[in-house]
Nanobody, 134 residues
């Protein structure tokens, strides 16, 4: 059974750091793109970072220079190191992975619709809350 589990969320003061983990069971991240999304209730879901199967990384402008995505050598865990956190980073953070090399991750409207799902093109975790206070 394919499962993605996010961990590492919590509460932190502005300027602080957190490291999120996305751990896969039932699969490895070989031949898959993995991404981090986040969503504030009432706002659109935001794709903030991806790491492609060949290792290329991307970042949204909102997190560029502060967040770093990486993958461990076993290719079962992807990390999101978040530094210099700001109150506007407060959101639920979701991990998603494509099901194969023919698919990619893209911007979507509502992460909540996908959380915990295993679809034909991608799989999602249940999310982890990050709260940054000033």
């Amino acid at each position: 059974e394919v499962q993605l589990v996010e961990s590492g969320g919590g509460s932190v003061l502005a300027g602080g750091s957190l490291r999120l983990s996305c751990t896969a069971s039932g699969i490895t991240f070989d031949y898959r793109d993995v991404g981090w999304y986040r969503q504030v209730p009432g706002d659109e879901c935001e794709l903030i970072s991806t790491i492609r199967r060949e290792g290329e990384v991307t970042y949204a402008d909102s997190v560029k220079g502060r967040f770093t995505i990486s993958r461990d050598n076993t290719k079962t865990t992807v990390y999101l190191q978040m530094d210099n956190l700001k109150p506007e980073d407060t959101a639920v953070y979701y991990c998603a992975a494509t099901t194969g090399p023919q698919y990619g991750l893209s911007q979507i409207w509502n992460c909540e619709d996908y959380k915990g799902t295993v679809g034909w093109s991608d799989s999602w975790g249940l999310g982890t809350q990050v709260t940054v206070s000033s």
